[in-house]
């Protein structure tokens, strides 16, 4: 137990005492006797263990906070808080703005004013701006009077129907997996985010009363309805914290999940109709409300390791109260105790396995955190480059450059440290200097990584050469196919009724003709010129007629994913149908940025692996690598895509690297278009050099997608 404090002189004649208004509630957590205090008026929560608790019971206005500290330690010597505790409680307390007092001024400096306190969540908005609160209305007495009508859907028949139109949704999607991979992929298309984010913000404002109607049915209060920004978008949130209060765990876990009731189950109901209706607005519209509450439930709010109904769930189902706060102090420390050399410090769990989960917990948070954050930053940046520079710049100032100042103020006047002081000095520059010598100085090995993707060397696109209606499906997908093989027989019946007028009008023209051979004195050459032009007539139709049989211009595999599809469809002259694959001879083919091509052609081709994604084969040698400057002839990927656009475009500067695939007996089978990373073996050089290419790689792709 951490028993004295080098600052426990500046507040132990302090006499403190809690607001008047300030209730207190019991709670178990494994055992052990928990209370929740709330100032209702600010709805602020605080939780304490027992311990603490009967010190903060004796704040009562005629005790310094030395003799409720000794009488709290006389009482229970055990577990009784220290005096560097009673600091940090006291401050916290004070900061949440549940005590008050007249303080000296030096002792004033210990405690985070209410100002402060405001003016720090202010600045947190602009540091956290991709997930700063505003708060709107009071929406507590709304709730009173929609209780009664909307309360009974939180019971045992309202959990019938839950369960019944889940069921029903999970059906629906289950019959038409197939389409719903199809319009999964055009959700993040520009044409359909309006109504994306529309079905969102919706659902999102249901998710949020979920919590709300939940907490009030329970006897808690809701006072705080507003908006959040999630990268920059709106979107709505309550504040449900009374629910902390609540004694029953079920109850607290119920209001953490109670967005996510009412999500899932809007979800099932989008299913059902989604799967029922045909092509159209509320058809769209409906699939966008599956996709978004689906998700979203499942990639945020049920994830523990975010500050969303996940963790408070976790968090009460294990028992753990304040689970992110004490397996970061737990962290800090072991941090403290083991490089520090500080052995007085008590930690925030009480045994092995809360000790387990306080560190798994902290870990896995805190690398999560960080990956989801840099890959947020890198989709807008890819998005929207200003506003992803803008985002970097304010999440470097907020997680780095503050936190880096708060530290380097701890380890120089932080009175925990007033012993250990030049050992804290050194321990940090000792890691400081090992982590720059292993990052920056050390050569690692190195891999290039180049993704990209496989191309057959000879392969066609298999396009109409007429408009007409698809008839027969003559070659299956995936069948080999012979130069000259019909795959699809198309009919044309407006080309059918020329052909017969055609036929009429040929006809009446040889007839015409006969009758100008008996009869003397008839324009025989104008005959002849009519006779003529309709056979010329003839023989286009009959040739476009021909083309209405779709043909292999080459041996290969014919391939066409959706041609089950194409029955009974009309298409235009020029359509792509698929496209034949001569599967004898592949090319790899990947783009690196320019910096990394000269590296390659200064040095020798070194040796490299190429392995498909979604292979768990082992990878194939590269042979016969090439390394060429990519220029806007060479970009046959970026026209093809773009209709032309990219011969308009300044290319990028980059290099192309192009390896034979010849595939073996052990080879996975080898399919045009399919993606893989080819990996090349490199100089090794120090990990920043490497990561720093990495990024240069990601931005690249993006440019060239861009392009």
């Known amino acids: 137990m951490n028993t004295f404090s080098e600052s426990w002189h500046r507040v132990r004649g302090v006499t403190v005492r809690l607001r008047p208004q300030v209730q207190a509630h019991r709670q178990w957590f494994r055992g052990e006797l928990w209370f929740v205090i709330r100032e209702p008026f600010n709805n602020q929560f605080f939780r304490l263990r027992a311990a603490a608790h009967a010190f903060v019971q004796r704040l009562d206005g005629t005790r310094t906070v030395q003799e409720a500290w000794e009488e709290t330690l006389a009482d229970d010597p055990e577990d009784a808080p220290g005096q560097q505790d009673v600091i940090e409680l006291l401050a916290r307390l004070y900061a949440a703005n549940l005590i008050f007092t007249d303080l000296p001024a030096d002792t004033a400096s210990l405690f985070q004013r209410h100002q402060k306190r405001r003016h720090r969540e202010t600045v947190s908005k602009w540091l956290g701006v991709m997930f700063a609160r505003f ?20 019971s045992r028949w309202g959990a019938v129907i839950w369960v019944i139109a889940v069921v029903l949704g999970l059906k629906g999607v289950v019959e038409n997996r197939d389409a719903v991979v199809s319009e999964a992929g055009a959700a993040l298309t520009p044409e359909n985010l309006l109504w994306l984010y529309a079905a969102t913000f919706g659902i999102k404002l249901l998710h949020e009363f979920g919590h709300a109607i939940l907490c009030r049915k329970f006897g808690g209060e809701v006072h705080v309805f ?29 209001v953490g999940a109670g967005g ?8 099932g109901l989008a299913a059902i109709f989604w799967a029922a209706s045909g092509p159209g607005l509320l058809h769209t519209l409906a699939f966008n409300i599956m996709f978004s509450a689906s998700v979203s439930t499942l990639l945020f709010n049920l994830n523990p390791l975010l500050r969303f109904d996940g963790y408070y769930m976790l968090m009460d189902w294990l028992r753990l109260p304040n689970l992110a706060q004490r397996s970061l102090g737990l962290i800090r420390h072991l ?13 925030p769990s009480h045994s092995p396995r809360e000790t387990r989960w306080l560190i798994g917990y902290g870990v896995t948070s805190f690398v999560y955190r960080i990956v989801l954050s840099a890959s947020i930053i890198l989709f807008v940046a890819t998005q929207f480059p200003v506003v992803g520079l803008f985002l970097a710049g304010v999440c470097f100032v907020g997680w780095i450059l503050v936190p880096l100042g708060k530290f380097v103020g701890y380890l120089a006047s932080s009175p925990k440290l007033a012993r250990v002081r030049p050992r804290a000095w050194a321990v940090t520059m000792g890691i400081v200097g ?15 990584r180049a993704p990209g993707i496989v191309q057959a060397e ?20 995936g069948t080999q196919v012979k130069a000259g093989q019909p795959l699809l027989q198309l009919a044309d019946p407006e080309l059918a009724f020329e052909m017969r007028t055609v036929t009429a009008q040929l006809a009446e023209a040889v007839s015409r003709q006969r009758q100008a051979i008996s009869r003397v004195g008839q324009n025989q050459r104008s005959i002849d010129g009519v006779l003529e032009a309709v056979r010329l007539r003839e023989a286009d139709l009959q040739r476009r007629q021909r083309e209405l049989t779709v043909v292999a211009r080459h041996d290969g595999v014919w391939v066409a994913p959706r041609a089950a599809d194409f029955l009974g469809r009309w298409f235009p002259r020029g359509t792509v149908l698929g496209e034949v694959v001569n599967e004898r001879k592949f090319t790899f083919i990947a783009r690196i940025p320019t910096r990394d091509g000269l590296q390659l052609v200064s040095t020798n081709v070194p040796e490299g692996r190429v392995r498909l994604l979604g292979q768990p ?21 970026a026209r093809g895509r773009n209709g032309g656009e990219a011969e308009r475009a300044a290319p990028a500067p980059t290099f192309e690297l192009r390896s034979v695939l010849v595939p073996g007996t052990d080879a996975p089978r080898l399919l045009h278009g399919q993606t893989g990373v080819m990996k090349l073996a490199v100089p090794w050089e120090p990990l920043l050099q490497q990561w720093s ?5 990601v931005f690249q792709k993006t440019s060239l997608g861009n392009a």
Not at 139 to 154: A, I, K, N, S, W
Not at 226 to 249: H, I, K, Q
Not at 335 to 347: D, H, I, Q, V, Y
Not at 434 to 448: C, K
């Open 135 to 154: 708060p709107l209305w009071d929406p507590d007495d709304f709730l009173r009077r929609v209780l009664p009508v909307v309360g009974p859907l939180f």
């Open 260 to 267: 996510m009731i009412v999500e899932v189950v809007i979800a």
């Open 617 to 637: 084969s082992k990878p194939m040698a590269v042979a016969s690598l090439r390394v060429i400057q990519a220029t806007a002839e060479t970009d046959e990927s």
């Open 693 to 697: 290419r990495r990024v240069r790689q």
């Open 335 to 347: 941090a403290e105790k083991n490089l520090f050399g500080l052995k007085r410090e008590k930690p």
């Open 226 to 254: 507003g908006v959040m920004l999630m990268v920059f978008t709106p979107m709505p949130y309550v504040d449900a914290t009374s629910a902390w209060s609540f004694r029953e765990r079920w109850q607290r876990v119920l």
């Open 458 to 477: 000879e392969y066609t696109l298999v396009a109409t050469a007429n408009a007409g209606f698809v008839e027969k499906i003559l070659a299956p997908s």
């Open 434 to 448: 090992a982590l720059v010598l292993v990052l920056g100085v050390i050569p690692m090995p190195a891999n290039l």
